[in-house]
């Protein structure tokens, strides 16, 4: 499709007279609007104002300036004979190229002390009109929103004298995509935080990278990032090998639970779940705690601490094997220890992602929540004995553990370390004698979290019976007075919090 006639109306120039300077000595015609005419005409570019094809001037403080028959049905005629006597009669020519990007409400909507006014004012209403014209026009016009592709366009243009039709269809998917991230940004600013759950979801998210494939390899996969989120996770990858579709959703699950602690903490994580979970005054002593929860499980890991990670963490690794470790940061003493190993990933967790909503996928649709953001839920003693200052220590570690294990989900700890996690069971019974059985002779003495109630006793005996001390569980079952019989029995102590953790 031959080149004839060009419209450019950009805010970002960068690139724009070096471009419209290569059309015109092809002798396109370019059209122009305002700063962009003026920005071409200081580039020593000819061209014609947009008033001068419309007729009408630019109003409303430059608001209104192509919004007028005489440029959208140039860009709309279907090249046909009785469009193109329609628009003679009007005296108006066809547009054969639409050259536009948009003015930038993403950064201004991102400036959290922007007044309102201010962002609304960079709701562009033309360059979408345009955008949005051109691209339904892809038989017969080429668009261009993004300044990167200049180059291509140029370069196609100069071989052929016009651009090809799939080029063109490429270009318009392109502009439809830039139009449809523009408005749902703008819909996600004006709704706000009182619309948490909307009556329609409108995703914006761009491709990060693609995968090498999915949770095995015959699926294809992809990572898809929001909005000003530049790196996986939020990250960035400082070394290894590429990020794979489980490393993601392992290394996601790690770091959340990590950074639910404040004291330097460690969590080991395989295949979505966590194998260890301790806390103690540094990373490099949380984790030797952590791998003992589980130290066959942990072969083939991703690790994660909420501190960052040195010399003496790097260490304690020893010899086991990890596919990849997430940190706020990593001294140089730890790259230089870690250098060696070449596959292990590293990511750098800096700054903060909020997650207001949790997404999931089901058949014919998606579950949206929000997320758990933990609790400082009001415990009771419900037993005859209170527990000891040792066991409520114990008690809120392993509380705040054990919300990030798959339901049904116990956890047993000592001190600030858990012991025997049983995850992800449809019986809370075989996840506490999962749990148990992990915790070998160090379930004597421990403590135990339950993310859901007891439906029966028999989940609160099974505990006793390997030596657990005391219990922390959401309560909330028809049966709580015969479990809670039952801790008594046994002589266990005993709370409730009112809050339970599921995580499926």
Known sequence: MTIRRALISV??????????????????ELIASGGTARALRGGGVDVRPVSGVTGSPEILGGRV?????????GILSRRTGADRDELAGLGWDEIDLVVVNLYPFEAAAADPGAPQEAVIEQIDIGGVALLRAAAKAFADVTVVCDPDDYAAVLEEIEARGGTRRETRRRLAVKAFARTS????????????EDDRLPDRLLFDMEKGRELRYGENPHQRAALYLRPGIEGPLGGEQLQGKPLSYNNLLDLDAAWRAAAAFERPSVVIVKHLSPCGIASADTVADAFPLALAGDPVSAFGSVVAANHPFDEASARALGDLFVEGIAAPDFTAGARRVLGSRESCRLMRMAGHVEDALELRGVRGGMLVQEQDPGDDADWRVVTERE???????????????????????????????????????????????LAVAKAGERAEGAVMASDAFFPFPDGVEAAAEAGVTAVVQPGGSVRDEAVIEAADRLGLAMCLTGVRHFRH
């Not at 300036?65 to 049905?73: D, E, N, Y």
């Open 11 to 28: 805010y970002e120039k960068a690139g724009v007279v070096p471009f419209a300077r290569a059309l015109s000595r092809r002798g396109v």
């Open 65 to 73: 300036k192509t919004l007028h028959p005489a440029i959208h049905g």
């Open 181 to 192: 991230s523009y408005d749902a940004t703008i819909h996600r600013y004006l709704a706000g």
């Open 387 to 433: 527990p000891t200052a040792e066991e409520r220590a114990g008690l809120a570690f392993a509380w705040r553990a054990v919300a990030h294990v798959k339901s049904n989900a116990i956890l047993l700890a000592q001190g600030e370390a858990a012991v025997g996690i049983g995850g992800g069971m449809p019986s809370r019974l075989d996840a506490v004698r």
